[in-house]
């Protein structure tokens, strides 16, 4: 049984930092195209960042280019989101995802599991 759970949220002023971690069980994070995704009240699930598990392919929304930083530690199993620089529009809950096929897709249709989130919010 896969198993994703997302930890690290919280309450943070905008120009601050948080890591969110994904830990994965039932699958190896290193051979699985690994995704991150929010979705704010009222709106739709969008992408954020993706690493792919052939090639170490990365792919970013361009809204986080920059201050973003999607990474995998294969040992831990767990994936990493280094969030800087944020922004109050970065307040949304963050789901970790993980698709079998190996590009970095921004599509949520493409991914085969979904972690439950966790809350991000930025004050202004």
């Known amino acids: 049984q896969v198993q994703l759970v997302e930890s690290g949220g919280g309450l943070v002023q905008a120009g601050g930092s948080l890591r969110l971690s994904c830990a994965a069980s039932g699958l190896t994070v290193g051979s699985y195209t690994m995704g991150w995704f929010r979705q704010a009240p009222g709106k739709e699930r969008e992408f954020v960042a993706a690493?792919?598990?052939?090639?170490?392919?990365?792919s970013y929304a361009i809204s986080v280019k920059e201050r973003f930083t999607i990474s995998r530690d294969n040992a831990k199993n767990t994936v990493y989101l280094q969030m800087n620089s944020l922004k109050p529009e970065d307040t949304a809950v963050y789901y970790c995802a993980a698709r079998g096929g190996w590009g970095p897709s921004s599509s949520t249709a493409e991914y085969d599991y979904w972690g439950q989130g966790t809350q991000v919010t930025v004050s202004s």
């Open positions: 690493l792919s598990w052939r090639g170490g392919r990365v």
